[in-house]
């Protein structure tokens, strides 16, 4: 069994989400010995930005006709899918952004739909697998917030992952993750640390059912 991890934060020292991922791999792994991760890691290793237009322009084209860079374009993008499609599980760590889904998370989803594999409407090469979605937020976007309906990232990856790709999500989420950083949050101390630890609680949860999911399979 395998699972495919990738990580999206810009930061390693501090990320939540990689802590929080790092739960869920390490649960995985207990429910699931002896299993594999392959890991991707857009943060460090981002995805270029003009991959994905290359790759479009790419299909339509004779292979023998393809340039360089559009050869390139379509490997890469082919690869992507090798990753996803010899994965049993998947765990994806991405934060959010200026309320928006990370650069590098939407490059990387767009590229992977150039891919016969995982085109819209065709059952994909995730179709049917479980996996786990962290996401992070540095303030508290939820219902009865200020900042209610500010969270434009969630929503998106669940539509692209559940409908899309298909697969069997499940979602942790950890809000108020600047408090300690940003001096305005500091009333919201005790709050931020119930939250976190309730996070915690899920992402250990989440990577147990992941694991005893595959050995039941």
């Given at each position: 069994?395998?699972?495919?991890?990738?990580?999206?934060?810009?930061?390693?020292?501090?990320?939540?989400?990689?802590?929080?991922?790092?739960?869920?791999?390490?649960?995985?792994?207990?429910?699931?010995p002896?299993?594999?991760?392959?890991?991707?890691?857009?943060?460090?290793?981002?995805?270029?930005?003009?991959?994905?237009p290359?790759?479009?322009?790419?299909?339509?084209?004779?292979?023998?006709?393809?340039?360089?860079?559009?050869?390139?374009?379509?490997?890469?993008?082919?690869?992507?899918?090798?990753?996803?499609?010899?994965?049993?599980?998947?765990?994806?760590?991405?934060?959010?952004?200026n309320?928006?889904?990370?650069?590098?998370?939407?490059?990387?989803?767009?590229?992977?739909?150039?891919?016969?594999?995982?085109?819209?409407?065709?059952?994909?090469?995730?179709?049917?697998?479980?996996?786990?979605?962290?996401?992070?937020q540095?303030?508290?976007?939820?219902?009865?917030?200020?900042?209610?309906?500010?969270?434009?990232?969630?929503?998106?990856?669940?539509?692209?992952?559940?409908?899309?790709?298909?697969?069997?999500?499940?979602?942790?989420?950890?809000?108020f993750?600047?408090?300690?950083?940003?001096?305005?949050?500091?009333?919201?101390?005790?709050?931020?640390d119930?939250?976190?630890?309730?996070?915690?609680?899920?992402?250990?949860?989440?990577?147990?059912?992941?694991?005893s999911?595959?050995?039941a399979?």
């Amino acid at each position: 069994m395998s699972l495919f991890r990738l990580d999206a934060s810009i930061r390693v020292d501090g990320s939540t989400s990689r802590a929080l991922a790092d739960l869920v791999e390490d649960n995985w792994s207990k429910a699931a010995p002896g299993s594999s991760v392959t890991r991707r890691d857009l943060g460090l290793d981002p995805i270029p930005g003009d991959a994905w237009p290359t790759a479009v322009t790419a299909w339509p084209a004779p292979e023998a006709g393809r340039t360089a860079p559009q050869r390139s374009a379509v490997d890469l993008a082919s690869s992507l899918v090798d990753e996803l499609a010899g994965a049993d599980a998947y765990l994806f760590a991405v934060p959010l952004y200026n309320f928006g889904v990370s650069q590098h998370f939407k490059t990387y989803v767009d590229l992977v739909m150039t891919d016969p594999r995982m085109a819209p409407d065709t059952a994909s090469a995730t179709s049917g697998k479980p996996g786990v979605l962290v996401t992070v937020q540095g303030g508290n976007y939820s219902p009865g917030t200020p900042k209610e309906g500010w969270d434009h990232a969630t929503a998106w990856m669940r539509r692209i992952l559940e409908d899309v790709w298909h697969v069997e999500l499940d979602v942790v989420t950890c809000e108020f993750t600047l408090v300690g950083v940003n001096p305005a949050l500091d009333a919201f101390t005790d709050l931020a640390d119930r939250i976190r630890t309730d996070a915690e609680h899920q992402a250990r949860e989440r990577g147990r059912a992941l694991g005893s999911h595959r050995v039941a399979a």
